[in-house]
């Protein structure tokens, strides 16, 4: 299991909710740890903290830039079906992933999949929010590159971009593969928690 491939089809928090179950496996640390920081036993806590934090900005329409069905499912939830959810697929995944990350999408509520670099039609700044996800590293923002690519394309939103990392570490280790992203496209970063 590449872990990087799974956070893609649904989402990193999704992801680490389910390795932070065997986080302890001697196999997981050697496999998992070599490519991307290993989340802290209880980044399923923080999923409502998180939502929350997201649903202060007062916006209805929230964009991901990562399939974040664990964020998605529980935005729902806390705001009774009322948030817009939108997730950009990267051009450049097959059409078998396409389709499982489009039968996983949460029900009952308003949730598209659009693949980039389409932009949702009425997402304005008054209303909308574009979440971005990975990992904070020494206050550095670091992404998988489909993510950082579709940041730079989404640029020239005047609203605001938001930054969850999965986890935070207090050093700037960088893993292969990942990119940092530039602080000033970032409006507002997730600071709940601090496990390193």
Not at 34 to 42: I, K, N, T, V, Y
Not at 61 to 69: G, I
Request: proline share 7%; glycine share 6%.
């Amino acid at each position: 299991m590449n872990p990087k491939t799974v956070a893609r089809e649904i989402g990193f928090i999704l992801a680490v909710c389910n390795l932070a179950q065997v986080a302890d496996s001697c196999d997981v640390q050697e496999k998992v740890g070599a490519s991307m920081p290993l989340p802290a036993p209880g980044i399923a806590d923080d999923v409502p903290k998180i939502v929350s934090w997201l649903t202060c900005f007062g916006k209805r329409k929230y964009m991901f830039l990562t399939p974040e069905l664990a964020l998605a499912e529980e935005l729902l939830k806390q705001t009774d079906c009322k948030a817009e959810i939108t997730f950009l697929n990267p051009c450049d995944l097959s059409s078998e992933t396409k389709e499982r990350i489009r039968n996983n999408l949460p029900r009952g509520g308003k949730v598209e999949l659009l693949e980039e670099p389409h932009f949702p039609k009425s997402f304005y700044p008054s209303d909308g929010l574009i979440v971005i996800c990975g990992y904070s590293a020494g206050n550095r923002a670091m992404v998988l590159p489909d993510t950082f690519r579709m940041v730079e394309h989404y640029s020239s939103f005047r609203g605001k971009m938001v930054f969850v990392p999965y986890v935070s570490l207090s050093s700037a280790t960088r893993y292969e593969g990942w990119m940092e992203v530039n602080p000033q496209r970032i409006s507002a970063k997730w600071e709940g928690y601090d496990y390193d």
